[in-house]
């Protein structure tokens, strides 16, 4: 009954102490032990480390001082930094890093109360669509595990999907919290860039990284949010705007609701299955008094290449840091300084990382900076432009979030065009900043999840909630879990 209750459920029965938060967080670490052999979805578990904090938790609650998450447990994507936790961001570079402070995320979470219930599997610097490029192996699909969970964030979203915790974090620089949503059919929201402080989280590609809830339901999401959200004078790019209740407009009726289906969302690429349960979701919209209206987001195609110009660039510049002078790996063996940098950051990087590194520097490069990484910022603004043309005909956007179900593990390794399409839906959104979501809509071929995608405008995170909360209450995707588990 514990595994499946929503975050007010439990966050109810605390309060009326039919649980306390020590007994939750042992029935969740219980789980983990159980199943995190199969699934890798965790890297870091530390069983004194959650107690202590559940212990500190429950005398919250005693006292009468309780907030709404106080006591219950979370699992962390190993890119935010926790104090004295390992938070490795899935590299051999930052195996052995132990933060010396916490991430904004991990901060907010410590102030309401809840539990850090262990560390998420992530792929490389987060760099990857199939959670097959972390130093700690794979993580596998709970609902089948001789498949991809999606990534980045396939630990967390692993972890949700087979009920290891009630709810994970995530970040999203071009589709890792969505596209491993969809894969293993749980709720999942990135926000619009700025909204979550990126205080403490492994940068990435900074003008794309953002932070965002994983989760069950759309409920849960907009609670997490709540706490997540906020400004942070640490990270410049913190957007200053008041506190909102992302709950607010959960309740709201969908009557009247335009939404926009962008033409090249369901063209080409997209397999069938993946279309008939969108199809099917979007009648449940017309169901609850909404309107479709065809729209065109017309440089979709040119989404991919400028992020895998942009993305790598930004990567570049922010994975300079690790040389194996001031923490990270070190190469046990070197002659010069150079050749210390050089090995150590061979040895410490994946071949993922590797190649992205070298495409960053590249398009960097003096002579070539002009022809890619100037021409791919004014592509971004024309990506954004689309959908600043689109929300002038509809309140929000729907189709598909990723082209295809969870593919099997190895599938696309050896290829990583094909390993980056799977971004093809999600990876505008970023280019853009707006928020965006996957909401399970249905099963497909071999009873694999579907995920449907909703973008909003900029700050419209509460209506985006209320339109996937007002589906939640009339179908049961969100509710279905993986066979065996
Ligand atoms: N799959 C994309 C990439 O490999 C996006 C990853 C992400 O959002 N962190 O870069």
Redesign the pocket.
């Known amino acids: 009954m514990m595994l499946n209750a929503s975050l007010k459920d439990l966050s109810d029965m605390l309060a009326a102490r039919k649980v306390s938060s020590v007994e939750l967080t042992q029935t969740f670490l219980k789980r983990i032990d159980e199943l995190n052999p199969s699934l890798n979805a965790f890297i870091t578990v530390d069983t004194e480390k959650s107690l202590a904090q559940a212990r500190a938790a429950d005398e919250r609650i005693a006292a009468g001082k309780a907030e709404q998450l106080t006591g219950i447990p979370f699992a962390q994507k190993d890119i935010f930094c926790a104090r004295d936790w390992l938070s490795t961001c899935g590299s051999k570079m930052l195996a052995n890093f132990s933060a010396p402070y916490d991430a904004h995320v991990i901060e907010q979470f410590n102030r309401a109360g809840a539990v850090n219930l262990g560390k998420t599997n992530m792929?490389e610097f987060?760099?990857?669509?199939s959670n097959e490029t972390s130093f700690f192996g794979k993580v596998k699909n709970p609902w089948d595990v001789s498949r991809v969970p999606g990534?980045?964030?396939g630990g967390s979203a692993a972890a949700v999907a087979a009920r290891l915790c009630p709810a994970a974090t995530g970040?999203?620089?071009?589709?890792?919290?969505r596209?491993p949503a969809a894969l293993v059919g749980i709720t999942g929201l990135k926000p619009t860039y700025g909204t979550v402080s990126r205080y403490g989280m492994i940068a990435?590609?900074s003008s794309?990284?953002q932070a965002g809830p994983m989760a069950r339901s759309a409920e849960d999401c907009a609670l997490m949010l709540n706490v997540m959200a906020g400004f942070d004078s640490r990270d410049s790019t913190s957007l200053e705007r008041e506190k909102e209740d992302y709950t607010r407009d959960l309740n709201q009726p969908l009557k009247g609701l335009k939404i926009g289906l962008p033409r090249e969302y369901f063209a080409e690429g997209l397999s069938a299955d993946v279309a008939r349960a969108v199809e099917a979701a979007l009648a449940e919209y017309r169901k609850l008094g909404a309107e479709t209206v065809e729209i065109s987001l017309p440089n979709t195609r040119l989404s991919i290449p400028v992020?895998?110009v942009l993305?790598p660039a930004e990567a570049s510049s922010n994975l300079a840091r690790y040389d194996g002078v001031r923490y990270g790996y070190r190469a046990p063996e070197y002659g010069d300084l150079t050749d210390m940098y050089q090995k150590s950051r061979a040895q410490g990087f994946g071949a993922?990382v590797k190649r992205?590194i070298m495409i960053g520097t590249y398009v960097l490069s003096a002579g070539y900076y002009d022809a890619y990484y100037i021409q791919a910022q004014k592509l971004r603004r024309l990506i954004a432009q689309d959908f600043e043309a689109a929300f002038r005909q509809c309140d929000v956007i729907m189709g598909p979030t990723s082209p295809s179900t969870a593919f099997r593990l190895g599938e696309k390794s050896d290829d990583p065009v094909s390993?980056?399409l799977?971004?093809i839906y999600?990876?505008a959104v970023?280019l853009a900043g707006l928020p965006g979501m996957s909401v399970p809509c249905g099963l497909g071929d071999n009873g694999l999840p579907v995920g449907l995608q909703i973008v909003g405008n900029y700050f419209a995170e509460a209506r985006m909630l209320n339109v996937a909360h007002q589906y939640q209450l009339a179908t049961d995707w969100h509710t279905r879990m993986p066979e065996g588990i």
Do not use: H, K, P
């Not at 987060?126 to 669509?129: H, K, L, Q």
């Not at 970040?171 to 919290?177: K, L």
């Open positions: 792929d987060a760099m990857g669509s990534g980045s964030s970040t999203d620089t071009g589709g890792s919290i596209q990435f590609a794309l990284d992020y895998y993305a993922e992205r390993m980056y799977s971004d999600t990876i970023n």
